[in-house]
């Protein structure tokens, strides 16, 4: 069955950085838009950070654009979100998503969403 394993979340101060991972397996990685949301507490899930299979395109949510960055190692089966210059707001726990197919915007509708690694940033 397909697997989304996310690591590397934690507890950071302002200004610092992180880096999630996602390990997938049970899936045609290579064919897979793959991509990262968020949940804050008593907020709704939103899209953070994508990456589309077959032109490498990269979208992010405006409020971590120049802070966060998307890749992927089709080779291991992985896709990582650098975090830097964490803010308190970025707190949430953060999810490893992937889809097949066309880009869609905002990457709408995974078919499979990993279990989710908490980021604590504080001031």
């Known amino acids: 069955q397909v697997q989304l394993v996310e690591s590397g979340g934690g507890s950071v101060q302002a200004g610092g950085s992180l880096r999630l991972s996602c390990a997938a397996s049970?899936?045609?990685?290579?064919?897979?838009?793959m991509g990262w949301f968020r949940q804050a507490p008593g907020k709704e899930r939103e899209f953070v950070a994508g990456m589309s299979w077959s032109d490498m395109s990269t979208y992010y949510l405006d409020s971590v654009k120049g802070r966060f960055t998307i890749s992927r190692d089709n080779t291991k089966n992985m896709v990582f979100l650098q975090m830097n210059i964490l803010k308190p707001e970025d707190t949430a726990v953060y999810y490893c998503?992937?889809?097949?197919?066309?880009?869609?915007?905002?990457?709408?509708?995974?078919?499979?969403w990993g279990q989710g690694t908490q980021v604590t940033v504080s001031s």
């Open positions: 998503a992937g889809k097949p197919g066309a880009w869609s915007t905002e990457l709408r509708r995974p078919y499979y």
């Open positions: 049970g899936l045609t990685f290579s064919l897979y838009n």
